[in-house]
Protein backbone atom coordinates (compact mmCIF):
# COMPACT_ATOMS: atom_id res chain seq x y z
CA UNK A 1 0.00 0.00 0.00
CA UNK A 2 1.43 3.64 -0.85
CA UNK A 3 2.87 5.75 1.89
CA UNK A 4 -0.12 8.61 2.63
CA UNK A 5 0.94 12.37 1.10
CA UNK A 6 0.58 15.26 3.83
CA UNK A 7 -0.75 18.41 2.73
CA UNK A 8 1.15 21.42 4.28
CA UNK A 9 -1.21 22.27 7.00
CA UNK A 10 -1.01 18.46 8.11
CA UNK A 11 0.65 19.55 11.58
CA UNK A 12 -1.83 22.81 12.18
CA UNK A 13 -5.21 19.65 11.92
CA UNK A 14 -3.63 17.25 14.06
CA UNK A 15 -2.48 20.23 16.75
CA UNK A 16 -6.14 20.70 16.91
CA UNK A 17 -7.43 17.89 17.36
CA UNK A 18 -8.41 17.06 13.78
CA UNK A 19 -9.61 13.64 13.25
CA UNK A 20 -7.39 12.25 10.11
CA UNK A 21 -8.45 9.84 7.41
CA UNK A 22 -7.27 8.32 4.16
CA UNK A 23 -8.32 10.36 1.43
CA UNK A 24 -7.31 10.29 -2.36
CA UNK A 25 -3.97 9.24 -1.50
CA UNK A 26 -3.67 11.57 1.63
CA UNK A 27 -4.07 11.88 5.12
CA UNK A 28 -7.25 14.57 5.64
CA UNK A 29 -9.21 15.72 8.24
CA UNK A 30 -12.58 14.25 7.90
CA UNK A 31 -13.39 16.32 11.67
CA UNK A 32 -12.24 18.44 14.27
CA UNK A 33 -13.71 18.62 17.45
CA UNK A 34 -16.91 21.10 16.52
CA UNK A 35 -18.00 18.02 14.57
CA UNK A 36 -19.34 17.33 11.75
CA UNK A 37 -22.92 18.77 12.66
CA UNK A 38 -21.73 21.93 14.04
CA UNK A 39 -18.94 22.90 11.32
CA UNK A 40 -21.72 22.41 8.58
CA UNK A 41 -24.08 24.99 11.00
CA UNK A 42 -20.99 27.34 11.51
CA UNK A 43 -19.86 26.90 7.61
CA UNK A 44 -23.80 28.17 6.74
CA UNK A 45 -24.03 30.82 9.43
CA UNK A 46 -20.47 32.47 9.36
CA UNK A 47 -17.36 30.93 7.90
CA UNK A 48 -15.42 27.56 7.84
CA UNK A 49 -11.84 27.20 6.38
CA UNK A 50 -10.80 24.15 4.42
CA UNK A 51 -7.74 22.52 3.59
CA UNK A 52 -8.35 21.55 -0.21
CA UNK A 53 -4.44 20.81 -0.80
CA UNK A 54 -4.99 17.58 -2.24
CA UNK A 55 -6.39 18.41 -5.35
CA UNK A 56 -4.49 18.77 -8.50
CA UNK A 57 -3.71 22.62 -9.80
CA UNK A 58 -2.09 22.88 -13.15
CA UNK A 59 -1.42 25.52 -15.96
CA UNK A 60 -1.48 25.49 -19.37
CA UNK A 61 0.69 28.14 -21.25
CA UNK A 62 0.31 28.45 -25.00
CA UNK A 63 3.62 27.96 -26.91
CA UNK A 64 2.19 30.51 -29.53
CA UNK A 65 2.17 32.77 -26.60
CA UNK A 66 -1.49 33.28 -27.68
CA UNK A 67 -3.67 32.47 -24.78
CA UNK A 68 -6.61 31.80 -27.28
CA UNK A 69 -4.71 28.77 -28.75
CA UNK A 70 -4.67 26.92 -25.60
CA UNK A 71 -8.15 27.83 -25.04
CA UNK A 72 -9.07 26.54 -28.30
CA UNK A 73 -6.75 23.42 -27.88
CA UNK A 74 -8.53 22.70 -24.15
CA UNK A 75 -11.70 22.82 -26.30
CA UNK A 76 -10.73 19.48 -27.78
CA UNK A 77 -10.72 17.87 -24.66
CA UNK A 78 -13.88 19.85 -22.44
CA UNK A 79 -17.35 20.85 -23.95
CA UNK A 80 -16.90 24.46 -22.50
CA UNK A 81 -16.69 28.03 -23.98
CA UNK A 82 -13.08 28.40 -23.00
CA UNK A 83 -12.03 31.06 -26.01
CA UNK A 84 -14.42 33.15 -24.53
CA UNK A 85 -13.79 32.85 -21.31
CA UNK A 86 -12.67 36.71 -20.39
CA UNK A 87 -9.37 37.37 -18.40
CA UNK A 88 -10.05 36.95 -14.46
CA UNK A 89 -12.95 35.14 -15.39
CA UNK A 90 -13.30 31.16 -14.19
CA UNK A 91 -15.54 28.55 -15.12
CA UNK A 92 -16.54 24.83 -14.50
CA UNK A 93 -16.39 21.82 -16.49
CA UNK A 94 -15.28 18.61 -17.19
CA UNK A 95 -12.79 16.56 -19.63
CA UNK A 96 -15.09 13.68 -21.45
CA UNK A 97 -14.47 10.40 -23.21
CA UNK A 98 -15.38 9.06 -26.55
CA UNK A 99 -18.96 7.47 -25.17
CA UNK A 100 -19.75 10.82 -23.51
CA UNK A 101 -19.00 10.13 -20.13
CA UNK A 102 -17.10 12.35 -17.22
CA UNK A 103 -13.19 11.66 -16.93
CA UNK A 104 -13.45 14.21 -14.30
CA UNK A 105 -15.42 17.19 -13.20
CA UNK A 106 -12.59 21.02 -12.96
CA UNK A 107 -12.53 24.54 -12.66
CA UNK A 108 -10.66 26.57 -15.26
CA UNK A 109 -9.68 30.12 -15.23
CA UNK A 110 -8.42 32.05 -18.01
CA UNK A 111 -5.13 34.32 -16.20
CA UNK A 112 -4.18 36.55 -18.78
CA UNK A 113 -1.36 34.44 -20.33
CA UNK A 114 -2.36 31.13 -19.24
CA UNK A 115 -5.03 28.65 -18.03
CA UNK A 116 -5.42 27.99 -14.52
CA UNK A 117 -7.06 24.67 -13.71
CA UNK A 118 -8.30 23.14 -10.26
CA UNK A 119 -8.66 19.70 -10.64
CA UNK A 120 -9.65 16.02 -8.18
CA UNK A 121 -7.23 14.92 -6.18
CA UNK A 122 -8.00 11.54 -7.32
CA UNK A 123 -7.92 12.28 -10.71
CA UNK A 124 -5.36 14.35 -11.43
CA UNK A 125 -2.67 12.22 -12.16
CA UNK A 126 -4.56 11.27 -14.78
CA UNK A 127 -5.85 14.10 -15.64
CA UNK A 128 -2.18 15.54 -16.30
CA UNK A 129 -1.54 12.77 -18.62
CA UNK A 130 -4.42 13.43 -20.34
CA UNK A 131 -3.60 16.82 -20.68
CA UNK A 132 0.01 15.92 -22.01
CA UNK A 133 -0.68 13.37 -24.04
CA UNK A 134 -3.11 15.72 -25.79
CA UNK A 135 -2.20 19.12 -25.70
CA UNK A 136 1.58 18.94 -25.99
CA UNK A 137 1.90 20.37 -29.44
CA UNK A 138 0.56 23.50 -28.25
CA UNK A 139 0.83 24.23 -24.76
CA UNK A 140 3.38 23.64 -22.12
CA UNK A 141 1.76 22.13 -19.18
CA UNK A 142 3.00 22.57 -15.82
CA UNK A 143 1.60 20.56 -12.77
CA UNK A 144 1.27 23.05 -9.85
CA UNK A 145 3.55 21.44 -6.51
CA UNK A 146 4.93 24.31 -4.64
CA UNK A 147 1.29 25.52 -3.77
CA UNK A 148 -1.29 24.67 -1.33
CA UNK A 149 -5.29 25.04 -1.60
CA UNK A 150 -7.66 26.50 0.95
CA UNK A 151 -10.90 27.76 0.48
CA UNK A 152 -12.94 30.53 2.99
CA UNK A 153 -16.69 29.56 2.68
CA UNK A 154 -19.84 31.12 4.24
CA UNK A 155 -21.16 34.75 4.93
CA UNK A 156 -18.38 35.87 6.97
CA UNK A 157 -15.84 35.03 4.51
CA UNK A 158 -15.94 38.58 2.45
CA UNK A 159 -15.62 40.57 5.93
CA UNK A 160 -13.02 38.27 7.04
CA UNK A 161 -10.42 37.88 3.91
CA UNK A 162 -11.22 41.89 2.92
CA UNK A 163 -9.23 42.46 6.24
CA UNK A 164 -6.15 41.10 4.44
CA UNK A 165 -7.19 42.07 0.63
CA UNK A 166 -9.69 44.90 -0.16
CA UNK A 167 -10.07 43.66 -3.72
CA UNK A 168 -12.20 40.51 -2.67
CA UNK A 169 -15.02 42.57 -2.14
CA UNK A 170 -15.87 43.63 -5.58
CA UNK A 171 -15.31 40.39 -6.64
CA UNK A 172 -18.44 38.51 -8.33
CA UNK A 173 -19.01 34.85 -8.26
CA UNK A 174 -16.33 33.16 -10.42
CA UNK A 175 -13.82 36.14 -10.74
CA UNK A 176 -10.15 35.49 -9.90
CA UNK A 177 -7.68 38.03 -8.75
CA UNK A 178 -4.25 38.01 -7.67
CA UNK A 179 -3.47 39.77 -4.21
CA UNK A 180 -0.94 40.36 -1.26
CA UNK A 181 -1.87 38.86 1.88
CA UNK A 182 0.95 38.86 4.47
CA UNK A 183 3.61 39.36 2.16
CA UNK A 184 2.58 36.20 -0.19
CA UNK A 185 1.12 36.16 -4.24
CA UNK A 186 -2.25 34.17 -2.93
CA UNK A 187 -4.28 33.39 -6.49
CA UNK A 188 -8.27 33.65 -5.49
CA UNK A 189 -10.99 32.97 -7.31
CA UNK A 190 -14.67 34.12 -5.64
CA UNK A 191 -15.96 29.83 -5.69
CA UNK A 192 -16.66 26.63 -3.55
CA UNK A 193 -18.08 23.45 -3.29
CA UNK A 194 -20.48 24.57 0.05
CA UNK A 195 -23.36 26.87 -1.75
CA UNK A 196 -22.25 29.69 0.32
CA UNK A 197 -20.11 32.64 -0.48
CA UNK A 198 -16.70 32.34 -0.41
CA UNK A 199 -13.23 32.32 -1.75
CA UNK A 200 -10.89 29.34 -3.03
CA UNK A 201 -6.77 30.35 -2.51
CA UNK A 202 -3.71 28.93 -4.41
CA UNK A 203 -0.74 29.73 -1.31
CA UNK A 204 3.18 29.18 -1.39
CA UNK A 205 3.38 25.97 0.53
CA UNK A 206 5.65 28.12 2.98
CA UNK A 207 2.97 30.54 3.71
CA UNK A 208 -0.34 28.68 4.07
CA UNK A 209 0.21 27.53 7.57
CA UNK A 210 0.11 31.65 8.53
CA UNK A 211 -2.27 32.25 6.51
CA UNK A 212 -4.74 29.58 7.77
CA UNK A 213 -3.78 30.83 11.71
CA UNK A 214 -4.29 34.35 10.30
CA UNK A 215 -8.16 33.29 9.47
CA UNK A 216 -9.05 31.12 12.27
CA UNK A 217 -8.14 33.74 14.58
CA UNK A 218 -11.28 35.17 13.61
CA UNK A 219 -14.11 34.37 16.11
CA UNK A 220 -16.64 33.81 12.92
CA UNK A 221 -13.75 31.30 11.32
CA UNK A 222 -13.30 27.46 11.90
CA UNK A 223 -11.42 24.54 10.29
CA UNK A 224 -13.71 22.48 8.71
CA UNK A 225 -13.08 18.43 7.72
CA UNK A 226 -14.13 16.61 4.65
CA UNK A 227 -17.00 15.68 6.44
CA UNK A 228 -18.78 18.87 6.76
CA UNK A 229 -17.80 19.44 3.09
CA UNK A 230 -20.01 16.28 2.09
CA UNK A 231 -22.78 17.38 3.59
CA UNK A 232 -22.90 21.15 2.32
CA UNK A 233 -22.06 20.10 -1.13
CA UNK A 234 -24.66 17.42 -1.21
CA UNK A 235 -27.30 20.55 0.20
CA UNK A 236 -25.72 22.46 -2.61
CA UNK A 237 -27.05 19.90 -4.68
CA UNK A 238 -23.32 19.29 -6.41
CA UNK A 239 -21.73 16.47 -7.79
CA UNK A 240 -19.19 14.38 -5.72
CA UNK A 241 -16.91 12.70 -8.74
CA UNK A 242 -16.78 8.65 -8.39
CA UNK A 243 -19.98 8.88 -6.64
CA UNK A 244 -22.39 10.96 -8.93
CA UNK A 245 -20.83 11.63 -11.60
CA UNK A 246 -17.54 8.96 -13.67
CA UNK A 247 -17.09 7.75 -16.81
CA UNK A 248 -20.38 5.73 -17.14
CA UNK A 249 -22.45 8.77 -16.64
CA UNK A 250 -22.76 12.02 -19.32
CA UNK A 251 -23.40 15.70 -18.47
CA UNK A 252 -26.98 15.43 -19.77
CA UNK A 253 -27.64 12.93 -17.61
CA UNK A 254 -25.94 14.36 -14.73
CA UNK A 255 -28.17 17.53 -15.18
CA UNK A 256 -24.68 19.46 -16.30
CA UNK A 257 -25.70 20.90 -19.53
CA UNK A 258 -26.27 24.07 -18.40
CA UNK A 259 -22.14 24.17 -17.73
CA UNK A 260 -22.32 23.56 -22.12
CA UNK A 261 -22.07 27.18 -23.67
CA UNK A 262 -24.36 27.58 -26.79
CA UNK A 263 -21.41 28.02 -28.73
CA UNK A 264 -20.45 24.49 -28.37
CA UNK A 265 -23.80 23.13 -29.55
CA UNK A 266 -25.40 21.96 -32.14
CA UNK A 267 -25.37 25.62 -34.06
CA UNK A 268 -22.95 27.09 -32.42
CA UNK A 269 -19.75 28.49 -33.78
CA UNK A 270 -17.60 26.11 -32.28
CA UNK A 271 -20.23 23.26 -32.09
CA UNK A 272 -18.69 19.54 -31.28
CA UNK A 273 -14.98 18.95 -32.23
CA UNK A 274 -14.63 17.66 -28.21
CA UNK A 275 -14.54 13.37 -26.72
CA UNK A 276 -18.11 12.29 -27.04
CA UNK A 277 -19.60 15.15 -29.09
CA UNK A 278 -22.28 12.76 -30.68
CA UNK A 279 -23.45 11.38 -27.90
CA UNK A 280 -23.37 14.20 -25.77
CA UNK A 281 -25.00 16.89 -28.09
CA UNK A 282 -27.66 14.63 -29.03
CA UNK A 283 -28.24 14.28 -25.26
CA UNK A 284 -28.54 18.14 -25.24
CA UNK A 285 -31.14 18.00 -27.93
CA UNK A 286 -33.11 14.59 -27.58
CA UNK A 287 -33.02 14.47 -23.70
CA UNK A 288 -31.05 11.15 -22.21
CA UNK A 289 -32.91 7.79 -20.76
CA UNK A 290 -31.99 8.47 -17.33
CA UNK A 291 -31.43 12.20 -15.00
CA UNK A 292 -29.63 13.00 -11.89
CA UNK A 293 -32.65 14.16 -9.44
CA UNK A 294 -33.01 15.05 -5.66
CA UNK A 295 -34.80 12.57 -3.36
CA UNK A 296 -36.28 13.54 0.11
CA UNK A 297 -37.12 10.42 2.13
CA UNK A 298 -39.76 10.28 3.76
CA UNK A 299 -38.08 9.20 6.95
CA UNK A 300 -35.30 10.45 9.25
CA UNK A 301 -33.18 7.59 7.77
CA UNK A 302 -30.52 8.73 5.04
CA UNK A 303 -30.98 6.45 1.77
CA UNK A 304 -27.34 6.30 0.96
CA UNK A 305 -24.95 5.37 -2.24
CA UNK A 306 -25.65 2.07 -4.04
CA UNK A 307 -29.36 2.12 -2.56
CA UNK A 308 -31.71 0.81 -5.30
CA UNK A 309 -35.15 2.87 -5.99
CA UNK A 310 -38.22 1.50 -7.39
CA UNK A 311 -41.10 3.05 -8.32
CA UNK A 312 -43.50 0.90 -5.97
CA UNK A 313 -43.28 -1.36 -2.78
CA UNK A 314 -44.17 -4.54 -5.12
CA UNK A 315 -42.08 -3.67 -8.17
CA UNK A 316 -39.45 -6.14 -9.08
CA UNK A 317 -37.14 -4.10 -11.57
CA UNK A 318 -35.22 -1.30 -10.19
CA UNK A 319 -35.68 2.50 -12.06
CA UNK A 320 -32.69 3.84 -10.42
CA UNK A 321 -29.73 3.92 -7.46
CA UNK A 322 -28.91 6.41 -5.64
CA UNK A 323 -24.70 8.18 -5.69
CA UNK A 324 -24.67 10.45 -2.60
CA UNK A 325 -27.34 10.65 0.80
CA UNK A 326 -27.18 11.85 4.20
CA UNK A 327 -28.63 13.77 7.04
CA UNK A 328 -28.97 17.94 5.68
CA UNK A 329 -28.38 19.68 9.23
CA UNK A 330 -29.72 23.15 7.46
CA UNK A 331 -32.88 21.56 5.47
CA UNK A 332 -33.07 19.15 8.83
CA UNK A 333 -34.16 16.48 7.21
CA UNK A 334 -32.90 13.31 4.99
CA UNK A 335 -31.03 13.80 1.38
CA UNK A 336 -30.25 12.07 -1.23
CA UNK A 337 -29.29 12.49 -4.64
CA UNK A 338 -29.21 9.35 -7.56
CA UNK A 339 -30.59 8.51 -11.09
CA UNK A 340 -33.98 7.78 -12.47
CA UNK A 341 -35.31 7.15 -15.55
CA UNK A 342 -36.25 10.09 -17.15
CA UNK A 343 -40.12 8.96 -17.27
CA UNK A 344 -40.42 8.68 -13.67
CA UNK A 345 -37.80 11.61 -12.65
CA UNK A 346 -40.52 14.05 -12.53
CA UNK A 347 -40.76 16.72 -9.82
CA UNK A 348 -43.34 15.02 -6.90
CA UNK A 349 -43.14 11.65 -8.10
CA UNK A 350 -43.29 9.35 -5.02
CA UNK A 351 -40.70 6.34 -5.56
CA UNK A 352 -39.54 3.74 -3.08
CA UNK A 353 -35.69 2.87 -2.25
CA UNK A 354 -35.13 -0.54 -0.49
CA UNK A 355 -33.01 -0.62 2.88
CA UNK A 356 -32.32 -4.15 4.42
CA UNK A 357 -34.80 -5.47 2.57
CA UNK A 358 -37.73 -2.80 3.19
CA UNK A 359 -38.82 -0.74 0.82
CA UNK A 360 -38.84 2.70 2.08
CA UNK A 361 -40.76 5.93 0.81
CA UNK A 362 -39.23 9.06 -0.87
CA UNK A 363 -40.53 11.66 -2.95
CA UNK A 364 -38.33 13.23 -6.01
CA UNK A 365 -37.63 16.86 -5.28
CA UNK A 366 -36.08 19.47 -7.17
CA UNK A 367 -32.21 20.32 -6.69
CA UNK A 368 -30.85 21.68 -4.74
CA UNK A 369 -31.94 21.32 -1.81
CA UNK A 370 -30.79 24.59 0.02
CA UNK A 371 -30.35 27.34 -2.61
CA UNK A 372 -26.79 28.69 -3.14
CA UNK A 373 -25.52 32.07 -1.72
CA UNK A 374 -23.48 33.72 -4.28
CA UNK A 375 -21.91 37.03 -4.59
CA UNK A 376 -23.76 37.71 -8.36
Known amino acids: MAELKRTPLYDLHVALGAKMVPFAGYEMPVQYQLGVMKEHIQTRKLAGLFDVSHMGQVIIRPKSGNISD ?9 PIDIVGLKENRQRYGFFTNDNGGILDDLMVANQGDHLFMVVNAGCKENDI ?3 LKNLKNDCIIETVTDRALIALQGPSAEAVLSTFSPDVVGMRFMDTIVANILGAS ?7 YTGED ?5 VPNESVVELANALIAFDAVELIGLGARD ?12 HDIDTTTTPSESALTWAIQKVRRYGGERAGKFNGADRILNEIEQGADRKRVGLRPAGRAPMREGIKIFLTETAETSIGVITSGGFGPTVQHAISMGYINTEFSEV ?3 VFAEIRGKRMEATIIALPFKPPNFKR
Open 231 to 242: SLRLEAGLCLYG
Open 129 to 131: NHL
Open 70 to 78: AALALEKLI
Open 348 to 350: GTT
Open 186 to 192: VWISRSG
Open 198 to 202: GYEMS
